[in-house]
């Protein structure tokens, strides 16, 4: 039964994330918004809603393994689907494309990937207002880095379908009536994959970074799959760079709500682990997308394919330690 509502609870989450971008897509474009922020903030917020609403479930439940191996869990997987994809679509080197300007917020998630680093690495909580001091510092990273990226704008090709069939006061009340779906289904998600681990014996980590980071992830997946599909590989990068910041962020919060301590503290070691591949996977994207040329269709695809065996070697070393 836990195993059918979680299963349940991901598809709606689905479901509701791609109607949520789709609205977003249309809001930016007619309040005139600039590309950057379409792919990088409206749509990145928009599709990560159910790691919001999953990552602060679990800090409220008292669950700090769920709550941040689902935020770094969250950001390995949009990084595999982002690459897996291009090898998909390998022959048409769509990443040989992408502006050089999404290096900012590439940038800005190796900060926090450091910040996340740092902070599951102090052994003593620092607080303010029981508030531990790193999550202070991640959302003061993220505010400033956003504010200034958002001066950079990076162009998305628009979609005139959808312009012409909805105008921007429903796009406004549909977003919202699919953000409170997200909203009520990323909680059942959490509650249940806790309630998964407690039944089982699964690690808490194994089910928040493996589990509830895959289903809450898979919006940006059908997300990146449609824009890349379309040759926009623009919006496709700016969208999973744009979530993986907001996932770390959203960690931060989720210390707010936590009664118990320090999230970052009382999480098991396999977090930490998470947390630096995190950090190399962000790094190789950032090479990755800073290539000029490639010879051959196989040299194009040699560093994707990396990309995608870290993760299956992290996934897998996980699942054997847990």
């Known amino acids: 039964m836990l195993a059918a509502i979680f299963i349940i609870a991901a598809a709606l989450s689905v479901y509701a994330a791609i109607h949520l971008s789709n609205h977003a897509d249309t809001i930016s474009r007619k309040s005139k918004m600039n590309g950057f922020l379409t792919g990088s903030v409206l749509l990145a917020v928009g599709t990560s809603l159910p790691e919001l609403t999953a990552t602060l479930s679990a800090g409220l439940i008292n669950s700090p393994d769920i709550a941040v191996g689902n935020g770094l869990g969250s950001l390995l997987f949009n990084l595999f689907v982002l690459f897996l994809f291009d090898l998909h679509f390998r022959s048409k080197r769509l990443f040989l494309q992408v502006s050089k300007q999404h290096l900012y917020t590439g940038t800005i998630a190796l900060t926090l990937c450091i910040a996340a680093i740092a902070a599951l690495a102090v052994t003593h909580s620092y607080t303010l207002f029981n508030v531990s001091i790193p999550s202070f510092i991640i959302v003061i990273i993220y505010v400033v880095g956003m504010y200034i990226t958002s001066k950079k704008n990076i162009d998305n090709e628009p979609n005139e379908a959808q312009e012409k069939e909805e105008s921007l006061s429903q796009a406004k009340f549909r ?106 996977l962000t790094a190789i994207a950032m090479l990755i997308l800073m290539r000029k040329r490639s010879r051959s269709t196989l040299t194009y695809s040699l560093p994707s394919l990396l990309v995608v065996i870290c993760y299956m070697g992290t996934i897998g070393y996980l699942i054997l330690a847990g």
Do not use: C, H, R
Request: net charge negative; proline share 1%.
């Open 175 to 280: 977003f919202f009536l699919f953000a409170v779906m997200i909203l009520i289904v990323g909680s059942v998600l959490t509650i249940s994959g806790d309630a998964l681990a407690a039944s089982t014996g699964i690690s808490a980590t194994i089910v928040g970074s493996i589990l509830i980071a895959a289903a809450t992830s898979l919006p940006d997946a059908v997300s990146v799959y449609t824009a890349l599909k379309l040759g926009n590989s623009n919006l496709a990068v700016g969208t999973i760079f744009g979530s993986n910041l907001f996932n770390i962020a959203v960690i931060a919060l989720a210390d707010i709500v936590y009664t118990e301590g320090s999230v970052w503290q009382d999480t098991s070691n396999n977090v930490m682990l998470i947390a630096v591949i995190g950090f190399v």
